[in-house]
């Protein structure tokens, strides 16, 4: 038996907007973007109202295909989650600073860095609030011959 992630799918009420975040600065490349059809599966897994209009990206890592997805939301509101955060995603980048300091300036959320080592390697990770709620880990990695 073979156990594959495929993506995470995140719902955002813009997706222009959240590209700024996913492509232009943590480098994803977008594979597909189109409308999605009436009866797209997404309605009834997300809770989507069959009122709202969809739009479905996959955006590719340079290692994986498809490894993310947008659903776009247009014609209802989206909830604004303020309290605990029930899911994050965690995502490897070359350089976390010059990517922290995009993404501050866009007026995101974000937490301070923090720095964790073994024997092996040391990282540094530091979370961000994306513009629809969703919580953002980035980290690098530094081999301690480095």
Request: glycine share 4%.
């Amino acid at each position: 038996m073979s156990l594959f992630y495929k993506r995470i799918t995140l719902v955002v009420a813009d997706i222009e907007r959240s590209l700024k975040i996913y492509r232009d600065i943590l480098g994803f490349s977008i594979n597909s973007l189109e409308p999605s059809d009436d009866d797209s599966y997404s309605y009834p897994v997300f809770r989507i109202p069959k009122h709202a209009k969809i739009t479905f990206a996959t955006l590719d890592s340079p290692e994986q295909n498809r490894t993310l997805g947008l659903t776009e939301v247009k014609g209802c509101p989206l909830p604004k989650n303020a309290g605990i955060h029930m899911a994050a995603s965690v995502i490897k980048v070359a350089d976390l600073d010059s990517c922290m300091e995009k993404i501050k300036s866009l007026g995101l959320e974000t937490t301070e860095k923090a720095t964790d080592k073994n024997d092996n390697f040391s990282f540094n990770e530091q979370a961000f609030v994306d513009f629809d709620g969703h919580l953002i880990v980035l980290y690098q990695i530094f081999l301690n011959d480095e």
